[in-house]
């Protein structure tokens, strides 16, 4: 039977974190449909004995691909590259699946041929254990394939389409070439981004499949990671930026599709204007950070720097009083800074 999904798991030094996440997918149901490639990225403790246990028990799902370190975008590369299901997708190595949504998702993936396939994802509070549903938007069509144009808008706004909720057709990826920045975080952004640009068609599923778990203050999208790895933030946001810049300016994108790219690039440098001033404490660096930032723009983007004027003058306002990230967040809502990938 051909494998309907590739699950890739970028591992690296997640020896006491990954079991959780293999042994989700490791449910009977869901051997026939479900392929897991563990992309072990130079690990240096037992990340790769741990996922050897899996392949041993389980030969018909899982595989383990050992490579050099390269960071996490170069692990994905890997894993798409090893693929075989019909469909892509990513599941973080500190994550896991709800095994009953992930079979009843499975069970609906041969009839369906969309370019991408977006379900909903459950965030598990990592000191609580409390939880709490990202529902897909009110409204949404589901259910059915439908053009990606239709609900490109919302779901740029609402980020319902994101690293935790998107599967995308495996051909379809290859074809659109794919690449993910190597020795950099943040690149779900780019993965993201770059495989919805070219989407001309999505299935919604209102099934429960992401457990996404927050809370830890090590997770890059963390404030203090964000400050912690500017420079890979800044790496992605450029990069993001100038692949928007090169869809607008090809014949072959909509003007829906043009719509969407605009607003996923004006909520990535709203995200990146936060994290220099008001993430960073340092203020004179991130004041300095946002002003060559911004003065980039001005040049290669202009567009978007006329855009997110606005809230590069409220975040630096923000600063001015010292707001922290946690009271942005309860003004702003979480929206922005998930559009960098949370």
């Known amino acids: 039977m051909e494998k309907q999904l590739t699950i890739a798991m970028p ?3 997640v020896e006491g974190l990954i079991a959780r996440g293999l042994e989700s997918l490791s449910d009977p149901r869901l051997t ?26 389980h030969p018909d799902v899982f595989r383990l691909v050992s490579k050099e370190n390269g960071g996490h975008g170069s692990a994905v ?30 069970d609906l993936l041969p009839g369906i041929s969309s370019d991408i396939v ?17 529902p897909l938007p009110a409204g949404m069509p589901t259910g059915r394939e439908v053009p990606f144009a239709s609900v490109s ?20 990826l290859r ?54 790895r500017f420079d890979d933030h800044d790496r992605v946001v450029r990069e993001v930026c100038r692949f928007v810049e090169g869809r607008l300016a090809d014949p ?9 790219l605009r607003l996923r690039a004006r909520l990535l440098v709203n995200t990146h204007y936060n ?7 340092d203020r004179r660096r991130g004041r300095a950070r946002a002003r060559s930032f911004r003065a980039w723009l001005g040049v290669e983007h202009p567009w978007l720097r006329a855009a997110t004027d606005g809230r590069y003058l409220a975040a630096l306002a923000a600063g001015a009083v010292r707001l922290d990230a946690r009271a942005l967040d309860r003004l702003l809502g979480r929206m922005d800074h998930e559009a960098a990938g949370d």
Not at 35 to 44: A, R
Not at 176 to 198: K, P
């Open 11 to 13: 591992s690296y030094n």
């Open 32 to 57: 026939a449909a479900l392929e897991v490639v563990v992309v072990d990225d130079g690990s240096t403790d037992g990340t790769a004995d741990v996922a050897r246990r899996f392949v041993e028990a």
């Open 77 to 106: 590369n890997a894993g798409l590259d090893a693929a075989r299901g019909r469909y892509f997708r990513v599941v973080d190595a500190d994550d896991w699946v709800d095994p009953d949504g992930l079979a009843a998702e499975l």
């Open 118 to 134: 977006v379900d909903v994802r459950r965030d598990v509070h990592m000191g609580t254990g409390s939880t709490e549903l990202r």
């Open 153 to 172: 808008a919302e779901a740029a706004r609402t980020n319902c389409v994101s690293i935790h909720t998107v599967s995308a057709r495996t051909d379809f």
């Open 175 to 228: 074809a659109c070439g794919v690449r993910l920045l190597e020795h950099t975080f943040y690149v779900d952004t780019q993965l993201v981004v770059e495989a919805t640009a070219r989407a001309e068609t999505v299935t919604l599923l209102d099934i429960e499949v992401y457990r996404y778990l927050v809370g830890n203050a090590s997770q890059s999208v963390a404030a203090e990671g964000y400050v912690r």
């Open 252 to 260: 072959s994108t909509t003007p829906e599709a043009a719509e969407y």
């Open 275 to 281: 994290v220099m001033l008001v993430y960073d404490r």
